[in-house]
């Protein structure tokens, strides 16, 4: 373990005899001494882990990242040493020697705070989902390497009871990738991911009055289908999972309903673009957002707030009196960001496949009292 930090520029200068008192050569001694150090291979069966800051790395790798991020690294020891291919580099008065055990590195991931509890819980979900050939997904995914192949899903059909479309149609629900930036898959051997964390990480610094001392992150979860992170045992995990992949088994059921669901278009019009009860879709929204969207991170989801800890809201989008470029918080909108598997929830509803309680309950929520319920059924229907 290394603690790579920047306390005080000053600091790193004193502890390295650097004469020339510029913050721009305890910037360049960080970032050799932190490829020196990355490029090290660990023991076996062992790891190397630093600790620093956002610039160091940013500076050390070319790699930005946020608050909590870690970066995984492999040093090349195929690859000539950095004391070979380098050697050394001058910083005002002093030299840095590259090590002859320091290579160059792969980047690996670059993994969110949350990362390691989302790995964990589907750690355990596989293991459970290999116990419990009861649950609908299990029984699918049969290698239970959390996808669902179109080979997978039709040698469950042994009957041929989905239409051709049923998979394709699954899909378009659960996989959205072009919502990030990134295009859809062109692989001719699909899947349907089980077990999905899509959130916004992004935002902006004040320049115009701070100079860039101010941040303003825009952290936001879009789709989170692995389950709320935070649970202190393993069942708790794994029971969040199947709240936030409530819809997706239920989706599969009934879609064995050939005659109902013949085709894709069918299925939109269904499934998606169907009349809704207004009363119980805000039940079952408000019961979405704790399951697997937006609200869905539970108490270990960092969601960073503006670093003028509100003053910006409190000043009526200004700092300091001048207006600010953009705002200080941010959400997504429907017109940014629209759960498809929040519409096919809804349409479950209204259409009687499941009650309001079935669904209540699968999502892991309170469902409503009876006669609330009956009176919105009768009145609001």
């Given amino acids: 373990l290394e603690l790579l930090y920047m306390g005080g520029y000053l600091e790193v200068l004193a502890l390295n005899n650097i004469t020339e008192i510029i913050k721009l050569n305890a910037l360049k001694w960080q970032a050799y001494n932190i490829r020196n150090f990355a ?7 062992k790891n190397n882990i630093m600790v620093t800051h956002g610039f160091n790395i940013k500076l050390g790798f070319g790699t930005a990242v946020d608050e909590g ?6 040093p090349e020891d195929s690859e000539p040493s950095l004391a070979d291919s380098i050697g050394s580099v001058t910083v005002a008065n002093q030299v840095f020697e590259f090590d002859n055990d320091a290579f160059p590195v792969n980047a690996i991931a670059r993994m ?3 990362s390691a509890l989302l790995m964990q819980t589907c750690d355990e979900v596989r293991s459970d989902a290999i116990d419990d050939q009861n649950d609908v997904l299990a029984a699918i995914d049969t290698d239970h390497d959390m996808k669902i192949t179109k080979e997978e899903f039709t040698a469950a059909d042994e009957k041929s009871i989905y239409s051709r479309d049923a998979f394709d149609f699954i899909s378009s629900v659960f996989i959205q990738p072009e919502i990030l930036g990134k295009p859809k898959s062109n692989d ?3 899947s349907i991911e089980i077990g999905q964390f899509f959130h916004i990480n992004w935002g902006w610094r004040e320049y115009l ?3 860039g001392d101010i941040s303003y992150p825009w952290r936001a979860i879009l789709e989170n289908t692995i389950g709320s992170i935070g649970h202190s045992t393993s069942e708790q995990r794994v029971a969040a999972f199947k709240h936030a992949n409530a819809i997706l088994p239920n989706l599969i059921t009934v879609l064995k309903d050939k005659a109902k669901y013949p085709t894709m278009a069918e299925m939109e019009e269904k499934l998606i673009n169907c009349d809704t009860n207004a009363m119980e879709v805000q039940h079952i929204n408000n019961c979405s957002d704790l399951a697997f969207l937006a609200e869905s991170g539970g108490s270990s989801y960092i969601p960073l707030g503006p670093g003028d800890n509100g003053a910006g809201v409190l000043g009526d989008g200004t700092i300091f009196g001048t207006p600010l470029a953009y705002p200080s918080i941010w959400k997504s909108s429907t017109d940014f960001y629209e759960s498809r598997s929040l519409k096919v929830a809804n349409c479950l509803v209204a ?3 499941l009650s309001l309680f079935d669904i209540s309950n699968s ?3 309170d469902a409503p009292p009876t006669k609330y319920y009956k009176y919105l059924r009768k009145n609001l229907a």
């Fill in 351 to 353: 259409q009687g496949s």
């Fill in 112 to 114: 969110s705070p949350e």
């Fill in 39 to 45: 490029g090290k291979k660990p023991a076996p069966g």
């Fill in 209 to 211: 009055t701070t100079g």
């Fill in 69 to 74: 991020y870690c970066m995984v690294l492999r």
């Fill in 188 to 190: 001719k051997l699909p």
């Fill in 363 to 365: 999502l892991g929520c």
